[in-house]
C-alpha cells in the first residue's frame, strides 16, 4: 500500500492560483481512482477532483472550469492546478487513493 504526501498549499490572495502535488510512495501507474477531497472547518469531506481511469475524470461542479487534475505516473505524483481561487475553496485538501490511502492534508487558504 502506498503512502500519500501532499504539498503546494499556502495563503493566496482571491482570484490566484496554486498548484497542489501528491506524491506517492510507490508506483500510482494501476491505482485507479485517485483524486483529491478537501475538509472546510464545520463541514464534511468532499470531493473535489478524480480520476477514474486513464482517459476519464471527474469534478465537483464547484470547482468545474477552475481546477485540473492531472498525474505523472513516470513521477508517481498526482496534481491539482487550482485556478481563480474563491474565499471558498479554504479547506484542508487531502490526496486519496481509493479504497482506504490518505495523505495528511494541506492546507489552502484564499483570502486578501
Known amino acids: 500500500q502506498v503512502q500519500l504526501v501532499e504539498s503546494g498549499g499556502g495563503l493566496v490572495q482571491p482570484g490566484g492560483s496554486l498548484r497542489l502535488s501528491c506524491a506517492a510512495s510507490?508506483?500510482?501507474?494501476?491505482?485507479?481512482?485517485m483524486g483529491w477531497y478537501r475538509q472546510a472547518p464545520g463541514k464534511q469531506r468532499e470531493m473535489v477532483a478524480m480520476?477514474?481511469?486513464?482517459?476519464?475524470?471527474d469534478y465537483a461542479d464547484s470547482v468545474k472550469g477552475r481546477f485540473t487534475v492531472s498525474r505523472d505516473n513516470a513521477k508517481n505524483t498526482l496534481y491539482l492546478q487550482m485556478n481563480s481561487l474563491k474565499p471558498e475553496d479554504t479547506a484542508v485538501y487531502y490526496c486519496?487513493?481509493?479504497?482506504?490511502?490518505w495523505g495528511q492534508g494541506t492546507q489552502v487558504t484564499v483570502s486578501s
Open positions: 510507490g508506483s500510482i501507474f494501476s491505482i485507479y481512482p
Open positions: 480520476v477514474r481511469s486513464a482517459i476519464s475524470t
Open positions: 486519496h487513493a481509493l479504497p482506504t490511502t
